[in-house]
Structure formats: structure tokens, C-alpha cells
């Protein structure tokens, strides 16, 4: 006969611990990690909390310019940003003279 969900079967468990005793763990706040390229020489303030950074994610690097917050005095990576691979990055440098001309002429 198959065990009903809802059986009154007293717990046979050889546990100390009783239902008073079992409260979920307290959660650890999530730190920001560092790897070994992440560094402050390899970030770059921009102001306002944006901030240039070179980093190196499953073994490539990227050019990532994100807009940051503070998380109890800890700033944080926001969702504002782009992270630009290595490819993208050179062909961004190769238009900037053409942007800063377009700069000139338009502000």
C-alpha cells in the first residue's frame, strides 16, 4: 500500500534538532569578486560613477564602460553599460578622429 503525503507517523529522524530548530541560513551578501587582471590600474573614472575598465572574462578581454552604484558604501556594476570585445574596441579607436570632427562641427 503506497505512503499517504499527509501520514501522522511520528518523525523517526535520529536528529537533535527539532522543527524550532530549523531556520533557513542567513543569506551572505554577494561581494564583487576580483580576478587577477581586475585591478585599479585597469579601471579608468570617468565621473558620476562611470567608469572605463579593462577585464578579462573566461579568458578574453573586454573594454567595458559601465555606469556604477553604491551598495552600502560598495559600488557596484549597474545594467547601464556596454562591455566591448577586443575586435570592437579597435575598430571604436579607428573612428574617434571622425567623432571628434563631428563634435567639433555640431557643439
Do not use: C
Not at 556596454?82 to 574617434?96: A, D, G, P, R, S
Amino acid at each position: 500500500m503506497p505512503k499517504n503525503k499527509h501520514s501522522k507517523k511520528a518523525d523517526t529522524s535520529d536528529s537533535d534538532s527539532g522543527p524550532d530548530d530549523r531556520v533557513p541560513a542567513a543569506k551572505k551578501p554577494k561581494t564583487q569578486s576580483k580576478s587577477s587582471g581586475d585591478s585599479d590600474e585597469n579601471s579608468w573614472d570617468l565621473g558620476k560613477n562611470r567608469f572605463v575598465k579593462l577585464t578579462e572574462f573566461k579568458g578574453k578581454w573586454y573594454v567595458s564602460i559601465r555606469e556604477f552604484y553604491n551598495a552600502d558604501g560598495d559600488l557596484r556594476p549597474g545594467k547601464k553599460g556596454i562591455m566591448l570585445t577586443m575586435e570592437q574596441w579597435h575598430k571604436f579607436k579607428e573612428i574617434v578622429p571622425d567623432l571628434e570632427d563631428a563634435i567639433k562641427r555640431n557643439v
